[in-house]
C-alpha cells in the first residue's frame, strides 16, 4: 500500500477522552471512529489488524478439529425464554421489536441458538464429538462502555460450543480449547494467563478465564509469579490425544492464579512470599464446561449407545477478538506509540523515502516496495511530500516491526536502513539483504 493512496487519518492531538494508552493510541493511529458510546467504526489501519486476529483465531480453532460457522446477530426471544435467560440477562440485553410485534434481540452470546441447531440436527451419539464456532459481533448494553474497544457495546467475540456425549469427552474438548487458547495468544505475541474463574450468568463447575497483565486491566488477580514463566512454544500437539491436552492442562493451572472472584487468601498463603503476586489483568477470553444446563433446558439429547436419549454434555468458549486490539496495545508499546507484535501487525514493513521526488530514490523505493508485495511482506510505503521527522512520527505511532529507510546519502553506498521497532536498533545493508532478513523474520509468522 502506498500511503498517499491510503486513508490513515492520524492525529496530532491526544484525545481527551481516551483514558487509557490502548484507547490513545488506537485514536491517535486512525484505527477506530466512535460512532456512539461503546460503538466503533473500524478504519482501514484498525480493520487490518481485526483481520489478522480472526485469521489467527480462525487458524487455531481449526488446527484443534472446531468448525466454523456464523450465526445471526439478531435472535428470537422465544429461545431465551425456553433456557430462562431471557429475564435473567437483565438490562445488558438489547431488546428489539420487529414491524410484527415479534419481540428479537441483539445476541450477547449464543449458547440457545446453537443448542437448538443442534437439538434439531444431531440425533446419535455417532455424531459426536462436534464443536462449532463462530466470529460474530455481540452487543452488551454495558453500563459504563470505556477504554475503547476494551469495553464496548457493541464487540467482535469467537465464541465456539462443544457438544459431547459424556462429561470425559467435554472435559477433553475444555482441555482441547485450554491448548488452543494458548496457541492462539502466543501467536499474537501475548502472554495471557488461564486463571480459575467464577462462572456467574453462564452456570457451571469448571471455567477459566485467560488474562493479560496490565495495570489498566479491571480484573484483580493473584497468581504464583512461576506461571509467568510458561510457554506453550512451539511443541507439536495431537487435539486428538486425551492424555496429552489433558498434560497441558495440568502443566498450566496447577499453580495459584486466580481472578478476585475466586481468589481463596487461605491458599494463597501457601505460595511461598516471594512468589506471591498481586496485579491487574484484561481478560481476553474464557472457557466453560456447563454439563447439561442448556441442553436440559433446550430438550437436547441424543440417542446414545445403550438406545436411550442421553442429554448433551455442553461448554462454551469464549476469546474477545475486537478486546485483543487494546489488550496488545496495552502490552506493547512505548511513548512513541504502539509496537505491534509481527504475528498481528497491520503492515509487516514500513518504507520510509527520505527525499521524495529525487528520482534516484523514488526508483530504489519503488523497487523495494514492488519485491516486498512480490514476497509478501505487505509493505506500506510512504511515498508522501511530508519531512522526514514527520515520516518516522507516523511509522512509530502506527508500530509497524520493521522499518526500511531509503537516502541519497545511503543509496550511493548501495545501503538502506533496516530498523527494529521494538529496540530501536538500526543497521545499514543493502536492500536485497534487508529484504532477506524480513522474509526470515516473517517466515515464523504465517
Ligand atoms: P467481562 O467480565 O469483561 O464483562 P464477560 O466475562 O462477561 O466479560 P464473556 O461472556 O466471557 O465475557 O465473553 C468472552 C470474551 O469476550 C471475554 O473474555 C472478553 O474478552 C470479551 N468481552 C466481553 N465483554 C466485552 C465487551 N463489553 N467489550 C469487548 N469485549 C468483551
Ligand atoms: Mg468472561
Redesign the pocket.
Known sequence: MRLSRYFLPVLKETPAEAQIVSHRLMLRAGMIKQSSA?IYSWLPLGYRVLRRIEQIVHEEQQRAGHIPMLMPTLQSADLWRESGRYDAFGPEMLRITDRHDREMLYG??NEELITDIVRANVGSYKQLPLTLYHIQW?F?D?VR?RFG?????E???K?GYNFDLTREDALHAYNRHLVSYLRTYERMGLQAIPMR?DS???GGDDTH??LVLAETG??EVFYDAEVTELSFGDREIDYDDVAECAGVMEEFTSRYARTDETHDAALFEKVPEERRRTARG?????IFYFGTKYSDALGATVQGPDGKPTALHMGSH???????LGAIIEASHDDKGIIWPEGVTPFRVGIVNLKQGDSATDSACDGIYAQCVAEGLDPLYDDTKERAGGKFATMDLIGLPWRITVGPRGLAAGKVELTSRRSGESVEMAPEEAIAKLREIYASHP
Do not use: C, H, N, Y
Open positions: 461503546g450477547p452470546t455481540k452488551r454495558e462502555p474497544v476494551m469495553r464496548g457495546r464487540f467482535l467475540m465464541d474463574a456467574g450468568a453462564m478465564e485467560f479491571e480484573s484484561i481478560e481476553v477470553g474464557q469464549g476469546i474477545g477478538v475486537s478486546r485483543l
